[in-house]
Nanobody, 126 residues
Framework: QLQLVESGGGLVQPGGSLTLSCATL????????IGWFRQAPGKEREGVSS???????SYADSVKGRFTISRDNAKKMVYLQMNSLKPEDTAVYYC????????????????????WGQGTQVTVSS
């Protein structure tokens, strides 16, 4: 059964860093585009970053230059390195996997993705 399991969330001060991990179970990661999404209380889920099968990347404007997405297909892991964190980054963060035709395709649209993890809480506060 295909599963995604996020970890690495927690409480961090503004300006701090966290690395989120997404373990992928039950499928071959090489064949999937991966996205990171987040949802803050009272807000809609938004796309944060995406990495294609060929490791092309895309980012939301709000995190560009601060967040870095990466993947290790051999370890079946995807990561989101988050630096210079701000209070507005506080949210539950989700990883998601989708099947697409192009190896270069990235997407910040939730409709692209078929499989979702349960999420990990990130709180940025002093």
């Amino acid at each position: 059964q295909l599963q995604l399991v996020e970890s690495g969330g927690g409480l961090v001060q503004p300006g701090g860093s966290l690395t989120l991990s997404c373990a992928t179970l039950g499928f071959t990661l090489d064949y999937y585009v991966i996205g990171w999404f987040r949802q803050a209380p009272g807000k809609e889920r938004e796309g944060v970053s995406s990495i294609s099968r060929s490791a092309s990347t895309s980012y939301a404007d709000s995190v560009k230059g601060r967040f870095t997405i990466s993947r290790d297909n051999a370890k079946k892991m995807v990561y989101l390195q988050m630096n210079s964190l701000k209070p507005e980054d506080t949210a539950v963060y989700y990883c998601a996997a989708g099947t697409v035709g192009s190896p270069y395709y990235t997407s910040l649209r939730s409709g692209t993705y078929d499989y979702w993890g349960q999420g990990t809480q990130v709180t940025v506060s002093s």
